[in-house]
């Protein structure tokens, strides 16, 4: 092995079959920590960016998006592009308006945390175009005391340890993580319940994130 102050990895595993590539994603991390080296590793695959990565830099069409660490990148999206980019599967975007304390759709009514809320009165984004994201883990497959909707399923994967249900939500279609305890099935009918105070919100026509 040379040794270098910089290494460059240009997609060095994208001809792999996938069980490879999870098993040199991890080789490739022990090599970084034996070396403690810089490694620049330009992929576009996402789950190698988020398990690999101490920084990402996220870019589209030549100009940086952002630039974090991988939780930072998943957590606190800077722009539209970045939110539905990271994360598999990608984050659910519903476009809508504040009317008091409530996100809205023609059939969607949403309660915002004040905390949330206060940031967008501070954005000037009240009555405005805006897009709300949010995460297929925060979305539930039960009933809470609010912000509850009625969801039919119209794709459900089991993928082991959990579900990825694709479902239609007042002309969303919207996908919600889910444990395998229960069980789902295309055609049936559930509640779900989103957690707002993990919800994320974008300027409608810049696409960048209210914060």
Same mark, same amino acid.
């Given at each position: 092995?040379?040794? +270098?102050?910089?290494?460059?990895?240009?997609?060095?595993?994208?001809?792999?079959?996938?069980?490879?590539?999870?098993?040199?994603?991890?080789?490739?991390?022990?090599?970084?920590?034996?070396?403690?080296?810089?490694?620049?590793?330009?992929?576009?695959?996402?789950?190698?960016? =988020?398990? =690999?990565?101490?920084?990402?830099?996220?870019?589209?069409?030549?100009?940086?998006?952002?630039?974090?660490?991988?939780?930072?990148?998943?957590?606190?999206?800077?722009?539209?592009?970045?939110?539905?980019?990271?994360?598999?599967?990608? =984050?659910?975007?519903?476009?809508?308006?504040?009317?008091?304390?409530?996100?809205?759709?023609?059939?969607?009514?949403?309660?915002?945390?004040?905390?949330?809320?206060?940031?967008?009165?501070?954005?000037?984004?009240?009555?405005?175009?805006?897009?709300?994201?949010?995460?297929?883990?925060?979305?539930?497959?039960?009933?809470?005391?609010?912000?509850?909707?009625?969801?039919?399923?119209?794709?459900?994967?089991?993928?082991?340890?959990?579900?990825?249900?694709?479902?239609?939500?007042?002309?969303?279609?919207?996908?919600?993580? +889910?444990?395998?305890?229960?069980?789902?099935?295309?055609?049936?009918?559930?509640?779900?319940?989103?957690? =707002?105070?993990?919800?994320?919100?974008?300027?409608?026509?810049?696409?960048?994130?209210?914060?």
């Amino acid at each position: 092995m040379r040794e +270098a102050g910089v290494f460059l990895m240009d997609e060095p595993l994208s001809n792999l079959d996938a069980k490879l590539r999870v098993q040199m994603r991890a080789e490739i991390s022990k090599l970084h920590q034996k070396l403690n080296t810089t490694m620049i590793y330009v992929t576009h695959d996402q789950t190698e960016a =988020m398990t =690999m990565a101490t920084r990402i830099v996220i870019m589209k069409d030549g100009i940086v998006q952002q630039v974090g660490a991988p939780k930072t990148v998943y957590n606190q999206p800077a722009n539209m592009f970045v939110a539905g980019f990271i994360g598999s599967p990608a =984050m659910n975007f519903i476009r809508g308006t504040i009317d008091g304390d409530k996100f809205v759709t023609e059939t969607l009514k949403l309660t915002i945390p004040e905390e949330k809320l206060a940031v967008l009165k501070t954005q000037g984004s009240l009555h405005k175009p805006i897009v709300m994201g949010i995460r297929p883990e925060d979305i539930h497959p039960d009933a809470q005391e609010e912000n509850n909707i009625s969801a039919k399923i119209s794709v459900a994967e089991l993928t082991g340890a959990e579900f990825m249900l694709y479902t239609t939500v007042g002309g969303h279609e919207l996908v919600v993580r +889910a444990g395998a305890l229960n069980d789902y099935h295309a055609g049936e009918n559930i509640t779900i319940h989103f957690d =707002m105070t993990k919800c994320h919100f974008f300027d409608a026509e810049t696409e960048i994130a209210l914060r």
